[in-house]
Structures are given as C-alpha cells and as structure tokens.
C-alpha cells in the first residue's frame, strides 16, 4: 500500500553580520526533511550571491523555446541597459529532467525608458516582469532582485540545489523549499521560493483563503498566473511592504491577524492598532494552514498560520539564525544552537542585519 | 543493540528495531521518523531528535528521548511510557489511548488532541513547563497535567479545552486560568482529585530529578468539562 506521508518543507538561513557562506549549508538542512516532498517541486533564494553585479537587477528567466527567447530579449533591449547575460550553469543530473533554457541577466532600466514611464524604478522593473510573464508566451522570469537569485525546478529540493551547483554560491541568507502538492500541478514555474524584486516567499501550506486574497490584489494590478497559492502571498507582501509602507510586523498581523475574541481583551493602545489593522487590511487575511519563510534584502521573516496548524522551529547560534519545519533540519546543520524555540501562531519573526553591517 | 539513525534512514532503522528482541540504543538521530511505531516490549533510548509519530501506536514498550522531539509523540498510542529529557512537538499525544507521556520542558499546540479513555486504559501526559495553545482539544478521557515550572506566568496558551467533553486538565499556577470555554469549570483541585495524580506526579519527579515539594508549591487547577453532555444542546431530542 502506498502511503503519503508528505507535506511541503521549507528552511532558512541567515547570517545577521552578513558573513556569506556556501549553498551546501541549505542543502544539507532541506535534504533532512527530504520525507515531507514527492519529487514535484524544490527549490532556493540566495541573498549576497552576486557582490560583484549588486547594483543590478538580477533576472532568471526559464524559456520554453528559442523563438520565447527572442521575443523576450528583444524586449528587455528596449527597456534595459543589459550589462550581462549567460546561462544559468547547471549540473546535468538524472533525478532532473525536462528542464526549459535557463537564462540569466544582469541590468538596469534604460534612463530614457524610466523618465519616459514617470514610475519609481522599482516599479518600472516590477511592471516589466508581468509585462513579460502575461504577454510573451513561454517565458518567465522567476527572480527579479538585486544581489540575489531564486533557483527551482521540478525534483527533490537537494537534487535541485545540485543541478543548479548552489554549492558554489556565498550569500548571507538562503532559504528552501521541498514541494508537495496538493491541488495544482507539478511544473518548473510553481516550485517555490515565488519572488519579485527582493522578496521571497516559501510557504508550507494551503492557502484557504487563495481566492479572495487572489481576487482582491488582483485589483491592484498584480496578475495571478502561476496556478499556486503562494505566488499571491509574495504579491501581497510587496503591495504592503513596497507601496504602502507598512512594516514586515504589521503585515504579520494583517496576514495571521488576532481573532476578535482576543483583541478585544487587549489594552488600548494596542487594540485600536489590531483593530484597524484588520478592518483597513481585511482582504489580506490569510486563512487556512500556513507556515512562510519570507526573504528580503535585510533579513529574513518566518510567520505561522494563528491557529499554527503547521510546524515551525527557530535556532540561533551566535550569528546565525535558523528556520525550519522540522526541529532535525536545524540540528543536521547546527547541533548545538543556543537556542532553539518554536514561535507561536501569528508571531512574527524578523530577524536583520546587526547594527554596522554592510 | 545500538543503531545510527542517520546512517540507516527512517525505513531501515524500523526495520532493525523492530526486527531486535531486546533493548535498543539509537544515536545520530535527525528527523527520522516513526521510531518505534507500535513496539510492545522492549526499551529504546534515543540520543538527538526523533522525527514524526515518534512511538505511534505504541503497545507496552518504553522510549527515552535525550534531547527534544517533533509532532505527534505518542500519535494513537495505546500503552507503554514515553520519557523526553526535552522539549516535544505539536500534537504531543494525539488520539491517546493508554500509557504515559512525560515531558521535562515544554510541549507545543494541541496537546493531548482528542484523547481519550475506556474502562481501566486512561492516557496520562505530565509537561514540566508550559504549552501552546487549543491545550487538550476535543478532549474525551485520560488526563493532561500542566506544571509550568520554568515559569512564573500561567503555563498553557490560549483556547485550553476547546471542545473538551471529558477527561481533567490539571494545571499548576499562580494564576487562575481565564478565557475557558463555556463547557469547561475550573477550580482548585481537592485533596481527593491531587491523591488520583499523587503517584504519576511521584514518578515524573522521580525521572527528573525534581522534588515534589517544588511540584506541590503552587496552587493546582482542575479542568473539566461541567455536565455529563455538555454539548447537549447542540441536539435534537428524540
């Protein structure tokens, strides 16, 4: 008899004096919980892998065919200046197959085409990303930030961060996911980490809530294209981060909000601060089993769903710090933390750099 | 006979413990899962962090973790002991049966989920610190002791006895516990109610070196669910 014992499984690691060290620490802690995936999805973003390229946006780009390709270059040259590209090098291994043309760039907005489009740079870039993944049939640029990359692909998590060679990578963060899905299909563009500009999320779940949150920043002008749930989780982030300045705290408590029986035997201030939170925010609540390891440029956030219907365990040692669904993918890496906690259901966990880091 | 669980992997590691006659000693352990899943009769000492399910189904045997576990200790289990010298995992417990569970630190949510007890079986779990929240959910029999004695704060989370219709939650604290559900009555417990746990209490104290006079230092609450049918009203006569 065939018995899943499956559920997604998702690792962080982060250096808050932003020491870089290799892709192979994150390997080894998602390979620990290689049980909880099937084979369908695995995947990592890295953070401080391109020091020498960080003023640039950094795309990764799967095509399906040659004539994607073109079409696709064709116009990131009309709206960036590429100072580089290449191919993303991979290792050819049996465990990973079928994989698209995997391509990599290195640029900046064109100056004329910024001024031209009035928007903030960080904008142009994002409207060009949806630009392309909405309109050039067959591409999709799946990494968009500085400084940083996500690498994914259909496989088990370790044999993705060989195929890709991660191991040759130095970043101060990493995080990972091992797939397991549940209700939408296996393919390279739905393994997680899903990102854009900086941000990344990994998320071990079920978002009950998908399509009223889909719906809703939908409305804001972010399509959702890639047939997952965690794709409207990164969108959300941004949209509350980025454009309405709130922080990575109050965006915890607008996703994993309180119930009202618990806020209302909160004191004020902080009540009234809950309270509006979740009337101005309603539509952001996420709903249904959650644990999300989210990356950006200055830290890394780990956030449980508040019933905490999924695991989620944090370690620290000196200055590194550990996110894992399992307590065994912390200790495989770092057996002796100084600390090891699991945070409550809707406790927000932001970790940045110390003070003084570059 | 003394294993590597990172060596063999959850599957072979299983095999060869059950496949033992006599007592078991596993090291290098990382996350593997299902250790000792219905074992009967025969001692499992685990030095580092048993995965999932750890003694699921277990039948009689005893399991001594050195260091915390993950979720799902004792999932179904229906006899036997489960010592951890740690922290444990959500869902510590799960579906319950019979035997015991103690733990030195602290347990994550849902402890003690829909346990439950029959005639002369009834499930007993003591936690030496503190608990998450929806502590005893669904509760149908056995018994949930809560010590907190890494702590000078109320021990257990929110939504304790949520949906609990039998059984006792027992809770050592300072603080009276608030937000029960409406089905669940707290008190001090009585000298009768205590004389039912004196010897499980005994015998954790004994396991972790921690005097009972400490245990008994602080005021001990009683959980139970008031009324023989408390969710009653939620029925049709007929």
């Excluded at chain 1, 192979?24 to 695995?42: V, Y």
């Amino acid at each position: 008899m065939f018995r899943n014992i499956s559920g997604c499984a998702i690792s962080g690691v982060f250096s808050k004096s932003g020491r870089r060290f290799s892709g192979k620490l994150i390997i080894d802690s998602i390979a620990a919980m290689h049980e909880r995936s099937n084979g369908l999805g695995g995947g990592f973003a890295a953070y401080g892998i391109y020091p020498e390229y960080k003023d640039c946006y950094a795309f990764h780009i799967f095509y399906d065919n040659e004539s994607a390709k073109e079409e696709c270059e064709k116009f990131l040259a009309s709206h960036f200046d590429i100072i580089t590209l290449s191919k993303i090098p991979v290792r050819k291994i049996p465990q990973i197959t079928d994989e698209p043309m995997i391509w990599r760039y290195f640029m900046v907005p064109l100056p004329s085409k910024l001024a031209d489009s009035q928007l903030d740079e960080r904008e142009f870039v994002v409207r060009c990303v949806f630009r392309i993944n909405s309109t050039i049939d067959g591409a999709y640029v799946f990494s968009s930030g500085k400084n940083m990359g996500v690498f994914k692909a259909v496989g088990f998590p370790e044999d993705v961060g060989r195929f890709y060679r991660l191991e040759e990578y130095e970043g101060y963060c990493f995080t990972a996911h091992g797939r397991y899905p549940t209700n939408t299909p296996g393919w390279w563009g739905g393994a997680h980490p899903f990102a854009l500009l900086d941000y990344s999320v990994v998320h071990n779940g079920e978002i009950s809530s998908y399509d009223a949150n889909r719906r809703n920043i939908e409305m804001y002008g972010y399509q959702c294209m890639l047939k997952t749930d965690t794709e409207v989780i990164t969108y959300m982030i941004d949209y509350l981060h980025r454009k309405k300045h709130l922080t990575l705290k109050e965006i915890c408590t607008v996703f994993a909000a309180p119930f009202w029986s618990t806020i209302e035997i909160m004191p004020y201030p902080e009540r009234e601060e809950l309270e509006y939170l979740r009337n101005a925010f309603e539509s952001f609540l996420i709903t249904g089993p959650f644990s999300i390891i989210v990356g950006f440029d200055k830290g890394i956030m780990a956030l449980n769903d508040r019933l905490k219907l999924r695991s989620m365990v944090v370690g620290e040692k000196d200055d590194m710090v550990y996110i894992a669904s399992e307590e065994a993918a912390i200790r495989v890496i770092e057996n002796e933390p100084d600390r090891v906690w699991s945070p409550k259901g809707g406790e927000a966990v932001i970790i940045t750099f110390e003070e003084g880091t570059e | 006979m003394i294993l590597s669980a990172y060596e063999l992997g959850f599957r072979l590691l299983n095999e060869r413990i059950r496949s033992v006659n006599g007592d078991v000693t596993v090291y290098d352990c990382f996350g593997e899962r299902f250790i000792g899943a219905g074992a009967s009769s025969k001692t499992i000492v685990i030095n580092g962090t048993p995965g999932n399910a750890l003694g699921m189904y277990l039948d009689g045997a005893t399991i001594i973790v050195n260091g915390n576990s993950q979720d799902a200790v004792g999932d179904t289990m229906n006899d036997g002991k489960i010592i951890i010298n740690g922290n444990a995992g959500d869902a510590l417990g799960y579906a319950m049966r019979g035997g015991i569970i103690f733990v030195r630190g602290d347990a994550g949510y849902r402890t003690g989920i829909h346990m439950k007890e029959y005639k002369d079986k009834k499930p007993v779990i003591i936690i030496g610190g503190c608990t998450g929240s929806f502590l005893g959910e669904y509760l149908a029999g056995g018994c949930i002791i809560v010590l907190g004695l890494n702590t000078d704060d109320y021990p257990a989370g929110e939504f304790t006895g949520v949906g609990m219709h039998g059984g006792e939650i027992f809770i050592r604290s300072s603080k009276p516990p608030v937000n029960l559900p409406g089905q669940v009555t707290a008190g001090i417990a009585g000298e009768e109610d205590i004389c039912r746990i004196k010897d499980d209490i005994q015998e954790f104290s004994e396991v972790f070196n921690i005097k009972t006079e400490e245990i008994f230092s602080k005021p001990i609450y009683r959980l139970v669910p008031n009324g023989k049918n408390p969710y009653k009203r939620l029925y049709m006569d007929n």
